[in-house]
């Protein structure tokens, strides 16, 4: 009986370190990533909305969201961005990859159908998992709806100032905004 405890240890060692190895898989890990980013910059939204209004929580999208996506792609050891065709800040500009999977999701969408996300491999054997963002909620559309009658005009003049060649505007619910870009690095 004693002599099984170092083999069990080592075997459950060997177990760890083994499963340890294992590639993180894109389709499990990045919807918890996404879920994570989105409650910390939504929390920060709300708050501030609440706080000072939407005008004023602009400055939530602009400096904070970059650093929210900058923290939790750290600790997670993943790169994160927000994508799409119509941007408010010209960084988030969609690539060519970005861009034609928003238009498989806003194909699914005009059929009625949820886009499923996709996973793309890379040459040097990183993943990117980009998954569509749908505007879902009345509080988006303070600040992304119709100029006219959705952004009330401190908010639309704010935005002209903060973002003199803004694209974001003009949606309504259900419409697709963008996308998450989770990009894993090569499993090694």
């Known amino acids: 009986m004693k002599n099984l405890f170092p083999i069990t240890l080592i075997s459950i060692l060997f177990t760890s370190a083994a499963s340890a190895q294992q590639p993180l898989d ?3 890990e990045a919807p918890k ?8 910059l939504s929390a920060e939204l709300t708050t501030a909305i609440a706080k000072d209004g939407p005008a004023k929580a602009l400055t939530v999208c602009s400096v904070r969201a970059p650093q929210i996506a900058s923290e939790v792609g750290k600790d997670h050891k993943v790169t ?89 505007t003009g949606y309504q619910l259900g419409d697709l905004r963008g996308l998450w870009s989770i990009t894993f690095p090569p499993q090694r």
């Open 26 to 28: 894109p389709s499990v």
């Open 33 to 40: 990533i996404i879920a994570e980013a989105f409650a910390k």
């Open 80 to 168: 994160i961005r927000r994508a799409t065709n119509q941007p408010r800040n010209p960084k988030n500009i969609a690539t060519e990859t970005e861009k034609n999977a928003l238009s498989t999701f806003a194909a699914a969408l005009a059929e009625k159908n949820p886009p499923k996300p996709q996973i793309i491999t890379h040459s040097d054997d990183s993943r990117t998992f980009l998954a569509p963002i749908v505007i879902s909620n009345p509080l988006c559309l303070q600040c992304h709806g119709n100029p006219d009658n959705d952004i009330a005009n401190p908010t639309l003049d704010a935005i002209r100032k903060l973002y003199p060649d803004d694209k974001a």
